[in-house]
C-alpha cells in the first residue's frame, strides 16, 4: 500500500513537471513570436519613415528659407517615428536568436544611429539661421509696402495739387452729394480732406503691417526654439541608441 502511494506521488510530480515544462517551452514560443512581431513592426516604421524623408527632400529648394525652415521643422516633428523605429527593432529577449544576416543589418541600422543622430544636431542651428533670415525677409517686405503706400499717399498729393480748378469742382459737387454732414464750401478744404483721409488709410494699414509682423515674429520664435530643442534632443536620443546597441556591432 506505502509503495503505491509512493509511486502515485512520483507519477503526479512527473506530470506536473511534464506540464510546467510544456508551458514554459510554450510560453518560450509565444514570446519569441512576439518580440519577431514587434521587429517586424520596427522595421516597416523605418522604412516608412525613410520613404517619407525621401519624398520630402525631392522637392529641394535649399535657396528658399521657407522651405528650408518648413522642410527642417517637417524632420524634426517626425523624429518620433523613426526613434518608435529604431526601439521596436533593437527590442530583444533572452531567448530570441539573431541570425548572422540580421547582425548584419542591425550592425548598419546602429550606425545608421549615429549619422542620423548627428545629422539632427546639424538640424538645429539651421532651423535657427534660416529663422532669422525669414524675419529679416518679412521685415525688409513690410518696410517696401510702407514705402510703397508713403509713395501712393505723395502721388496723391501731387495730383491733388495739380489739378484744374474744373477737376475740383467736379470732385467737390460729388463729395458734398456723398458726404453732406461734412462742411465742405472751397476747394482747399476739400485739398484738406481728402489728405487727411488718405492719411489716415495709409497709417491704420501700417499699424495692421506692423501688428502682423510682430505676430509672425513672436509665431516664428516659439516653433523655432520647439523645433531647435526637439532636433537636439532627437539627436542625443539617436546617439545614445547608437551607444546602446553596440551589441549589434561587435556581437554578443
Known sequence: MLKYRLWRIKQSFVARTKT???YKRLNIQVE???????NTVGYVIFAVVLLDYAFLLASA?????????????GLVENGWGLLLGFLFIFYRRDQDIVKPKEFFLLKLISWLALVIGISYFLVAPLIIGNAFRINRNSKAQMIAQIDAANT???????????ATPEQLASVLKNYQSNSPELEITNRQQLKENLLTQVQQKQNQAKKELQTQFTLQKKKLFKITVKWSMTAIMTGMC??????YTTWARVGY
Not at 519569441?32 to 514587434?38: A, C, D, G, Q
Not at 505723395?154 to 495739387?161: A, C
Open 20 to 22: 510546467t515544462l510544456e
Open 238 to 243: 539617436f546617439i545614445l541608441i547608437w551607444k
Open 152 to 162: 501712393q499717399v505723395e502721388q496723391y498729393s501731387t495730383q491733388l495739387e495739380k
Open 61 to 73: 529648394q535649399f535657396s528658399d528659407s521657407d522651405w528650408v525652415h518648413s522642410t527642417a521643422g
Open 32 to 38: 519569441r513570436n512576439s518580440t519577431k512581431i514587434i
